[in-house]
């Protein structure tokens, strides 16, 4: 079935898709959106409207070394630019921000919370397509023609493995750009194609029904079994707890810290590592 043989009645026609990416002076919570890049369609897959925009800080604030080596955007690249209140794409968001339509990011809670420094409040149905990814993608499944085995759920990694340069310059082709890593809107291109493999993946009866399930896996927590990093990478939660809970005391406390500092975590390890320590039948 292709992704848009569906039929609508006006009302579910009527909602649009906003994909988004941002990039930032940081991570931090009070860390502000220095570039936007968003694709807005209907839910038929027409194209409506774009934005891709460089906005100032406000109050002179830098952009953090770490976050310039991510995005390559300079203090330089911003200077003659207005703050991103005074953006097409802010100046929209009240518009767009409406329960019939659907924001869809990879890694969303990260873009809201910048968004939410500017007081934004999401009205809309959201959808993250990387905790989607973790629900419909196995870990090391084998994917693509050259029968990659996943490493990651980065928007980048899929990239790669799933699409071809031919697919991306097509679909890049209909806003006359080109695409490289870590442009906004070049992210939200691959991310709108990225999407469609998670509606086939889906396997739902109707658009309707797909788009109303990965709100769903949006917000469904995952249970991770193994880490997949540090001194323990590979080995089971479950077995780390046994042998070390300390490690897992520590790294639960020091996401907790980071939370309360607004700073970003992962969401899936954090419950999972709550869960663990709290599992009675374990102790």
């Known amino acids: 079935m292709d992704l848009f043989d569906f039929d609508f009645s006006d009302q579910e026609a009527a909602a649009k898709l906003i994909f988004f990416d941002t990039e930032t002076t940081g991570s931090s919570k009070d860390d502000q959106i220095i570039e936007i890049g968003a694709i807005v369609t209907d839910i038929n897959g027409n194209l409506i409207e774009y934005f891709d925009e460089l906005c100032a800080t406000e109050d002179g604030k830098l952009i953090h070394p770490e976050a310039m080596a991510t995005h390559g955007i300079r203090n ?45 409040s999401p009205k809309a149905k959201l959808i993250d397509t990387l905790q989607c990814a973790k ?15 996943l490493p990651n759920y980065k928007l980048q990694t899929f990239r790669y493995i799933l699409f071809s340069k031919e697919q991306e310059e097509a679909e890049a082709k209909k806003f006359n750009i080109d695409i490289k890593a870590h442009s906004a809107l070049s992210d939200v291109i691959i991310l709108k194609m990225f999407f469609n493999e998670l509606i086939k993946r889906v396997n739902a009866k109707t658009k309707k029904e797909a788009l109303e399930v990965l709100v769903e896996l949006s917000s469904k ?7 997949n990093f540090g001194k323990y990478k590979g080995k089971k939660i479950e077995d780390v707890l046994i042998e070390d809970r300390g490690y897992l005391e520590w790294l639960y406390n020091d996401m ?28």
């Open 256 to 283: 907790k810290k980071k939370k309360s500092n607004g700073e970003s975590v992962d969401s899936n390890m954090f419950n999972t590592l709550k869960h663990y320590l709290e599992a009675k039948w374990l102790v």
């Open 135 to 149: 629900h419909l993608f196995e870990p090391q499944e084998i994917l693509g023609e050259w029968e990659y085995t």
């Open 76 to 120: 330089e690249d911003l200077e003659g630019k207005e703050p991103f209140t005074k953006s097409r794409f802010f100046n929209q968001l009240d518009r767009l921000n409406s329960k019939n339509n659907y924001f869809i990011a990879h890694n969303l809670p990260f873009d809201l919370e910048r968004l939410k420094f500017y007081g934004f």
């Open 221 to 227: 927590p995952i249970l991770i079994k193994k880490f």
